[in-house]
């Protein structure tokens, strides 16, 4: 079992940046994949940014490409994501997850086997 808790959500006006946080307890954390999804009202879950096992690939989904930084830090036991030029339409629970295996279809939340309870953020225009 991996336990997964994310934090550094919060209320930010459009054009400003936060850094999320989601840290990793139970099984080996460098051993996992790790991936950032998003879920705003009304709206199905969606893919934000996944990152492999060192850190040294990464992917992202194409609306916050340029924006959204991922990266992990495994001595640490923890998964970032840094956003800038936030925007209202970037509002939406936040939220990290685990999974082991090939670093491929990583866009697929069913792939992913451990989940955060999520945290908001909130971009004000």
């Known amino acids: 079992q991996v336990q997964l808790v994310e934090s550094g959500g919060g209320l930010v006006q459009a054009g400003g940046s936060l850094r999320l946080s989601c840290a990793a307890s139970?099984?080996?954390?460098?051993?996992?994949?790790m991936g950032w999804f998003r879920q705003a009202p009304g709206k199905e879950r969606e893919f934000v940014a996944a990152?492999?096992?060192?850190?040294?690939?990464?992917y992202y989904a194409d609306s916050v490409k340029g924006r959204f930084t991922i990266s992990r830090d495994n001595a640490k036991n923890t998964l970032y994501l840094q956003m800038t030029s936030l925007k209202p339409e970037d509002t939406a629970v936040y939220y990290c997850a685990a999974r082991s295996g090939a670093f491929n279809i990583v866009k697929v939340s069913t792939r992913y086997d451990y989940w955060g309870q999520g945290t908001q953020v909130t971009v004000s225009s």
């Open positions: 990152i492999n096992w060192t850190g040294s690939s990464t």
């Open positions: 139970g099984r080996t954390f460098s051993n996992y994949i």
